[in-house]
């Protein structure tokens, strides 16, 4: 008998295993799938057939972003983020420019490959050292180091110019085989390979079980703080190439070229199906989320879409790919469907919990406050010592800022009009703040503040037409689109259970679309005088804006810490299980939170259009980093569930006064760069967790 | 099934594409427009302008033309490039977003004998056309006009454009040697990105320690207009507005026009003020005249590699307001646009230029030809 069994029960094991390989590349092989799709359709529609240098052309434009995005998975593999990517990008790009000899059209390959890879590898390892040694955020971290980097970067150059040496160039983007095999595919098979090494070495194991989880790698005897030092270390190298290979695509230098690589590098590694949050993915399917990007812009062209639609295309693919990849019984899009009929045919049978007769169950707490617990009497400070010490670096900082401005710049604590200027030109952040910052309480991020705050700008301007009594309809209106943005950004985090990061990234791509059609590429319209008024007049000798920003603030606070939608944001943040587990309808509450930000968002949209007395398309840009960077000093934690909103009031006022003596000193904005950077390093130093 | 009625549909509409391209191969020159961004005033003014000058009747049978917007992705628009090269382009108009990093993508189109034209933007390849104006020259001339109006040794503010790019770079630099030389002080400068928006967000921050009595002239690439606006919100009168060499917005414009000009649509700011103004900037009608280049080109005429536009610079003393915004009308020296016909004070207001009678207000506005 066990002699006939066993070799069906082998097969049986084989088809697991071919199903379970199934399974766990199943993202891989979207991407890939997608990537054929998507190529082969190119290819029909395109009025030329593809020859050998169509598909040298489309190998070299989408190798920056390949080599960019390979960098950022390994990063985000071991449960980080990286944000200073582009800005590293354009450093190994202006160092190349400027130290490679314009006199040498044959200068070496492998010395310069080595030098933008060790300059990447540097970088990286400023990051590592934080992250990794020092336990600092990652999204914090990076963020620093970006605008440190982008400072240096325009110290070295500050415009375009320079020489790259032709032989990089046809090293690079020449024919390994003439006709046959161009040089950048060999170059992304050669990565390719050295990732299936790096995969199988005990580095590669750790980088997985780091991602996974860092408690758990920790106890098997992992050494958590190596690897993670290591995959920042070897991310600036992948982003050095990547510098490199932008070199010799170029034949100079820029030291804008890599910054807007960000955004996209996020998009091809979550195609490629790597969670953002670490332990799954690899660095195969981030290849073919590069390549898909880059067809998108091929196949737009060919199909001759208007210009305003390629991000609303682009924002599809990103969340069909991401849903495709993650498509499967256990997915969370399945399970609420399950969910849902299990509700259905409860209901229907009479066993839901609400259905049965109401009896108050809850155990009672003999609650008790801290000081009754002791007997003593404990100190405000003593109650709020966690907070405070959360808290209070933002002011601390504040004020040094404050000294520092009043002994350079003057006229600080003596005139009113400084303290006018600071508040309203922090109420943009400290609106944004109460939005962003409780979507980061619960553990998420949104990405799609600034189009928010476009969009709504765009159509308070648009629809008043500088009338004060258009306000009336127009105001609802925009606050209205605002409840929508973020209830679908809420459902689609919930029900389609995407990572937030994905879900809000596609909808600003969607709604910049939106914006350039309703506004058809030029904005029309004023704020009206009221809004003006609200942003530029007097009232009792303050901007008006002022007051309204006290109520707002004190509505934060009561909100946040006062009431039950605030607990449940907390709770939410600690742990989404305990949460649920204890009663909180966390679906609920993560749409609520969104639609929150959204609605901070608007606010926000509606005021700068006051503040301007018009609307303009980009208007938000400047608003999406310094919003998470507010927060995150303010003393929250970007993984959730730690923060205050004074905190991160006061991180508002920091920065917006930081900006304040910067601008009103003579030096140039590269130092301005530099020294922000190592400000927003040393608040997160201050905030750091104690260890033990 | 379902795939297969796809496929089908798709083949024949390829079919149809490739006859359709086919049939118009032979009458008319395939042109695209590689833009960068969209979002903002000037981006758009050009794009409407290069359409405009498509669809005039003089090109409308010679020209079929593609725009696409590559963002502010320089990699985006090397690829983009790339692909245009490979749908079979005959000319394409560019607004380079770097000045250098298309060089290799454009030496290969011009290799394959594609000719390429870039407006606004410089790009450095020799085998490019380029269609701009004298960025150091705009530095020196608006800078000496601040100088002349508040004499040596005077205190100025400036805000400039995107730092890490050629022209904001030329700009500033020559601005500053003027001041230099005349021993003026810049006791504040700012980023302003060339936007209104980001101009009043800098100025309040210049401003917080300092009173606007305290300064003698302002040198903002862009933001004269806001300026403008936020000393009058704080009380100054028309008569005390600082010295502005700025942006050629209409808004700004407007401002110059003596007080009491009778001008329909003015409201709050945007009116006139008597501001005392040099406004000039890159002109958006670039992208039209690079494309009429490239079909002139196309059809075999010689065009020199680089084409220097004339300043547009405007005073107080020269400005002029418009009545219609023809073509006609601005060759007369008109150079302001009612605020009734233009809502936008931030609208670029430097769009005459006499090589281009295809193209006036409504080709900027609305993208239509003059007719």
Known sequence: MSRTKAPTRQKEASSMQIKQGLRRYQAVIVALSVFVGLFGLTNLIS????????????????????????????????????????????????????????????????????????????????????VAILRLQPIVVTLATMFIVQGLTLLIMDKPGGFVSPSLGSAYLGDAIPNLLPASIVLILVVLVFWFWLKNTRYGMALYAVGSDPVAAEATGIRGTLTLFMTYVLAGGFYGLAGVFVSAQTGSGDPLVGNSLLLPMFAAVVIGGTRLGGGKGGLLGTVFGAYILMIVVNMLLTLNISAYYSTVAESCVLLLAVLAGSMSKHSPLAQKLQGARDYLSARRKGLLVSQRDYVDRRLSFASKTLSEATGEHVSWFRKNATTLRYTLPAYVALLIVLIVTQLTLGNVFDKFGYWNTLLVLSSFLAILALGQGAVIL???????????????GILVAGIVQGSDAALIYAVPIVIAVAVVIGFLNGLGVVALGLSPIVVTLAMNGLLQGAALLWSDGTPAGFAAPALRWVMTGRLLGVTPVIPFLIVFVIFAVLMLGRTAFGRRIYALGNSEEAARLSGVKTGRVLISVYILSSLCAALVGILLTG??????LGMGDDYLLPSIAVVVVGGALITGGRGHYLGMLGGALLLTAMQMLLAGTSLPYAFRAVFFGFVILAAVIALREKKG | MLSRTLKGILTAASMAALTATAVQAEEKHKVFLSMSYIGNDWQAEAANMVKAMAAHSDFADKVDLQVQVAGPNAQRQIQQINAMVQAGADAIVVYPISPTALNNVVKNACNKGVIIIAYDGEIT???????????????RVTAEWLVDKIGDNGKVLVLTGVPGTSVDAARTAAAKEVFEAAGVEVVGEAVGMWSQAVARTELSKLLATRDWDDIDGLWLQVGCYTANAMQIEAGRTPEQLLPCAGEGSNGGRIQMLPVGTEVEGASGAYAPLGAQRISYASPPYAGGLALKLAVSMLEGQEVPKLTTLPLPLVTSETVKLCETGSWEEMKAGCNAFLPSIVSNPGWFASIYSADTPEIGLNAALVGQPEL
């Open chain 1, 442 to 456: 619960t553990g998420g991020l949104d990405l799609s503040i600034p189009w928010t705050i476009a969009l709504s």
């Open chain 1, 47 to 130: 009025p030329y057939p593809i020859s050998y240098f169509d598909i040298s052309f489309m190998a070299s434009g989408g190798m920056t972003l390949a080599l960019a995005a390979m960098g950022q998975t390994l990063v985000i593999l071991a449960g980080g983020f990286d944000l200073s990517a582009g800005a590293i990008i354009s450093l190994v790009n202006v160092v190349l420019a400027t130290q490679m000899d314009p006199a040498n059209f044959e200068a070496s390959v492998t010395l310069w490959t080595m030098t933008g890879i060790g300059v990447g590898m540097a970088v990286g390892a400023f990051n590592g050292f934080f």
């Open chain 2, 125 to 139: 390849e020799p085998c490019a056309y380029n269609v701009t104006i004298d960025q150091t020259e705009t530095g």
């Open chain 1, 611 to 616: 503040f301007s007395g018009q609307a303009s």
